[in-house]
C-alpha cells in the first residue's frame, strides 16, 4: 500500500470512528423520557420486587399511588410497563388520544395459542381485524335489539337460579354460597346466546370446569416477562397445549351440532354468536376455522360469566351491611312489579333507586382493577412522558373511582349519591372519566349494555324473592379481596335467605 492509500485509509477510519460516536450519542440521547417509578435492580427490574413483597399485583401498584401519583413505571422483567392512575390521563389517553392508545400490547406464548394468534376482540391489534370481530360482535349480538330477543333465556335462567337457591337454603339451614350460584346463572346465559343450544345441566356444567381450566393455564407466569427462564416452565408448556387440546374437543362438538341443527325452524333458540361466526368474512381471509370459532366462543363465554358474577357477590355482600339500601330497593320493587308478577325486563328502566344501586356498585368494586393492557400504536406522549412503543400501557381504575377531588365520601357505599342529582358519572368517559368499571374508548367493553341487564335484572329478581342476611348472625362482612381472574371476596360469601312469598 503507497502512502496516499495509507493516509486515506487512516482518514477515512477517523471520520467512521467520529461518526459512529455521533450516532452512539444520538442513539443515548434518545432514551426515552419513561415517568419515574421504583428503582429496580439490572435485568429483572422490579420482577423480583413485586414477587417478593407477598402483596397481589393490584395491591403492591396500589401502595405506590401516594408515592408516585397519576403515572409511574415499573420494569417488569423485559416489560415496561407505564402505569396510569388518574382520571385526567385516562381521559386524555384512551379518549382525546383515544385511536393511539388502541392497540394491545404483545402477547406471551401461553396467550397466543389461546387466542389463535390475536383473533379475538380483545387481543387483536387495533386494526382491521379487530374492526370486523368487534363490528359482528356488537351489531349482531350485543345490540340493544339483539339483546332483547334473548330475554327468554335470562327468564329461564333466573327460573333456575331461584330454585337452586330455595333447594341449597332447604338442604343448609337456610344458607346458601353465593358466587358459584350466581356465576353458573349467567354462564348458561352466555352458553345458550353463544351456541344456541338448550344443553342438559351435565354438559353446561363440563363446558364450565373447562373453561375454568383455560383460565387458569393463562395465568401469568414469571417467564411470559423473563423468557429466558423458558427452559424451567416445560411442564407449563406441555399442560396449556393439553389444555387447549381438551377445549378443542368439548367445544367442536358443539359447534358441529349447531351447524347441523341451524335453519331447523323447530330450533328452540333462533339465532346465536355462532350463526354470525359462520357468516363471517373477513378481507384477505378465508371462512373461519372450527379452531377460530372456538377461540371467538371462548372469548364470549368469559367475558361475560366472572366479571358480571363477581359484581352480584359484592351486591348482596352490600345488602346485607347496608340493610336500609335492601329495604330500599325492595320497596322500589314492590311499587314496580307489586308482590305476585315477577320483575320484568320492561320494569327496570323504571327503576331509578335499581339503577342507582347497580352503579355505586361498579364504582366500589369494579371487577377488574386494571382494564385490559393497552399499548400504542406509535410513539406518543403524556404527562410529558414519552410513551414509546412496545410498552404496556396499564390503567389502574381505584384511585378514580375513589378520588375525593370526584366523589364526596368516596369510601361509603351510598346509591343515593346518584339519586339525589348531586353526583353523576357518564359510564362511556366520553364527557369526563369518573369512574370507569368498563373502560372507555375505541376499546370499551363491548358488552356493557347486556352487562348492566344482566346486573339490573339478578338484583331485582334476587331481592324481590329473598330477604338477605348474614351467616353467621352475628357476622359481619369480611370485604377482604383476592385477584381470582376478578377481584372477588377473600372468602367466598355465604349468606341466609329468607323467601318473602
Ligand atoms: C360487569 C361485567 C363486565 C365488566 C366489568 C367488563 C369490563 C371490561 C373491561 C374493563 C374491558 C377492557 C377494555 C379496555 O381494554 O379498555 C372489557 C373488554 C371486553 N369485554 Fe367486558 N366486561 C363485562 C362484561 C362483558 C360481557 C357480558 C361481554 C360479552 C359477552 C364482554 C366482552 C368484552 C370484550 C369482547 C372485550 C374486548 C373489547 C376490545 O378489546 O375491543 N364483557 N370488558
Redesign the pocket.
Known sequence: MDFYNLMFTAIAMVVLSGLMLVLARKIMSKKPNLPPGPPGWPLVGNLFQVARSGKQFFEFVGDLVPEYGPIFTLRMGTRTMIIITSADLAYEA?IQKGPVFAT?PDENPTRTIFSCNKF?????SYGPV?RSL?RN?VQN??SSSRIKEFHNLRSTAMDRLVNRLKSEADANDGVVWVLKNVRFAFFCI?LA?CFGLDLDEETNERVDHMMKKVLITLEPRVDDFLPILGIFFSKQKKRAIEVRKEQLETLVPLVKRRKLARGDETSVISFSYLDTLFDLEIEGRKALSNTEIVTLCS???N???D??A??LEWAIARFIENPDVQSKLYDEIVKAAGKDRKIAENDIEKMPYLNAVTKEL?RKH???Y?????AVTEPSKLAGYDIPLGTTVE?F?PPIANDPKIWSDPEKFNPDRFITGAEDADITGVTGVKM?????????????S???I??NLMIARLVQEFEWSAYPEDGKVDFSEKLEF?VVMKNPLRARIKPRV
Open positions: 384512551l394491545r379475538t376482540v380483545n387481543s387483536s379487530w368487534r360482535l349480538m350485543l352466555l346466546m372469548e364470549f363465554l367475558g361475560g360469566t366479571t358480571t363477581t359484581a361498579l369494579p371487577p377488574t386494571f382494564v385490559l393492557s393497552h390503567f381504575t370507569m368499571p368498563f373502560s372507555v374508548g375505541r376499546r370499551i367493553c363491548p358488552g356493557a347486556m352487562a348492566t344482566h346486573l376478578t
